[in-house]
């Protein structure tokens, strides 16, 4: 965690000069609250005495300036922390967001790793603002106000240290060590739910349509619960902190009372000064009262991050794996080995190539591993053994394509960031897909019919500039002259590329130069 927030510090433009800025800014914050308890706390003692009027206008003054100045502080380094935690934690997802694009996560459900970007990325922001900035900055008003009162009574300072330790350090200590298990309990437990939740949302038909969905809601409910025991346990830990917080300011102030009244019967205080000694511990302890919460949120934080930190540290599986030539488009695969890594050997000593302008089918039973072939070739998934090479990028047109719940162009323009107004028409054009490019689609494409999402799919091929073209089942689902019309389209638009087909139809695997049958 140390090291992520280094790092990101380093990638946030003057990242340290700011987090140095808001502990200042903060620390100031706290220390006018602190000096206008105190300068408060003379001129009552002082006004009781009646003196001359203006004897009291400078102290007067100076609560004035105090509490305007405590506002002003406090408003300021609020704009400069959470300005800082906001630059780091967009920082901190864009580096998620390349990671995962580089990696082929195997075995993370979504509903997971959507907390992950989402909520445990977050978590930055609060390690900032609510952990490493009230710290800081508390201690520094700690150790300033205790040279302060030093000099009134040095009994008082050095009883205000140690209930400061108690207050600031060991009950923070102890409720962070409590609370570290049901902290990294409900983590997971958050990511359950969210995933939970994501599958009703989605399956919620289906689910109906079988009677099931109590069960999923019961499921559901049970993981709600869960968390709910693991929240009230960090509540509850939260309370104690809080009592043993309260119970440290009361001894400060008691301490301050009998060792100031000490002090005036012998003579060594003035007497206006004792409101000052009371009181000044209390405006102290409520800077201290963040510190068990800052405790927890650190635990829940590096819990989160932890987390992050597993994704930024994975192994970028399937990237680099493949040789990218720079020469003629096409696919060689030497004697390859293909597998899901931690799983058994899927295929063995495949040999296969694709040239321009030469259509291969691949076939074989379902199950055997056409797909797990084909991930490997576009470099999804590394080869456990042999050699896999081809030429420029991949066109990958998927079983079951994902459709974007957004505009037609923009799902196009998925396979070419560049594509222009009229390459996205010219590309629906060719497609067979007569629709206004800006019409806006449902999630998961519930707004158009089979036929048409696997056309916007199409479409999105067509607007990149492909090396290989890999095509997993393209007439799936379709019935007999969508299918046909379809792959009219197909073959007319990579008439001269390398196109690898997975497939069971026998008109599909007609239309091929070539067939490699996995058995």
Request: glycine share 8%.
């Amino acid at each position: 965690m140390k090291r992520l927030l280094r790092d990101l510090l380093r990638e946030v433009p003057k990242g340290r000069k700011l987090l140095v800025l808001s502990v200042l800014l903060a620390a100031l914050a706290s220390a006018s609250s602190v000096a206008l308890m105190g300068v408060s706390a003379w001129l009552i003692s002082f006004a009781a005495l009646a003196p001359p009027v203006l004897y009291l206008q400078p102290a007067a003054v100076g609560v004035r300036a105090f509490g305007i100045s405590r506002g002003v502080f406090r408003y300021l380094e609020r704009i400069v922390g959470h300005d800082l935690a906001l630059r780091m934690q967009a920082a901190l997802r864009v580096r998620v967001y390349d990671r995962l694009a580089a990696t082929t996560l195997i075995g993370r459900r979504r509903g997971d790793l959507l907390t992950r970007v989402v909520a445990d990325v977050a978590a930055i922001q609060d390690l900032v603002v609510r952990v490493v900035v009230p710290l800081a900055s508390a201690a520094v008003v700690v150790v300033a106000t205790t040279i302060a009162l030093a000099f009134l009574d040095v009994g008082s300072a050095l009883v205000l240290l140690v209930t400061a330790l108690l207050a600031g350090v060991a009950l923070p200590w102890w409720t962070q060590r409590a609370s570290l298990a049901a902290d990294r309990a409900s983590v997971p437990t958050r990511g359950r739910l969210a995933d939970g939740v994501r599958e009703l949302a989605r399956t919620g038909t289906d689910l109906v349509a079988y009677g099931a969905e109590d069960a999923v809601l019961d499921e559901l409910l049970a993981i709600d619960e869960e968390l709910c025991a693991q929240e009230s346990r960090a509540a509850w830990l939260r309370g104690v902190a809080t009592a043993g917080q309260v119970l440290a300011a009361g001894i400060a102030v008691a301490a301050a009372l009998w060792f100031g009244t000490t002090a005036v019967a012998a003579g060594t205080l003035d007497p206006r000064f004792l409101a000052v000694l009371a009181l000044t511990p209390l405006a102290m302890h409520e800077v201290l009262a963040t510190f068990t919460q800052a405790a927890q949120t650190l635990t829940r934080a590096g819990a989160a991050l932890g987390r992050i930190t597993e994704i930024l540290d994975a192994e970028p599986l399937g990237t680099g794996d493949v040789t990218v030539g720079d020469g003629e488009p096409g696919l060689e695969l030497v004697d390859v080995t293909v597998g899901w890594p931690g799983a058994a050997v899927v295929q063995s000593s495949v040999t296969l190539s694709v040239a321009p302008g030469e259509r291969v089918a691949l076939v074989g039973p379902s199950g055997v591993g056409k797909t797990t072939v084909a991930a490997t070739a576009m470099g999804l998934i590394p080869p456990l053994s042999g050699t896999v090479r081809r030429g420029g990028r991949v066109g990958y047109l998927a079983q079951d394509a994902h459709i974007f719940a957004t505009t037609v162009a923009e799902n196009v323009r998925i396979g070419n960031r560049d594509a222009t107004v009229e390459d996205v028409a010219d590309a629906l054009a060719h497609a067979g897909l007569p629709v206004d490019p800006e019409r806006r689609i449902g999630e998961a494409g519930s707004t158009l019919s089979g036929g048409e999402r696997r056309r916007l799919a199409l479409a999105r091929l067509l607007v990149g500039d492909h090396g290989l073209v890999i095509l997993d089942e393209p007439t799936e689902h379709l019935d007999r002259e969508t299918a046909d019309a379809l792959m009219a389209d197909v073959w007319a638009a990579f008439a001269d590329a390398p196109v690898l087909v997975i497939t069971h139809d026998p008109d599909v695997i007609a239309a091929c130069e070539r067939v490699h049958e996995l058995a």
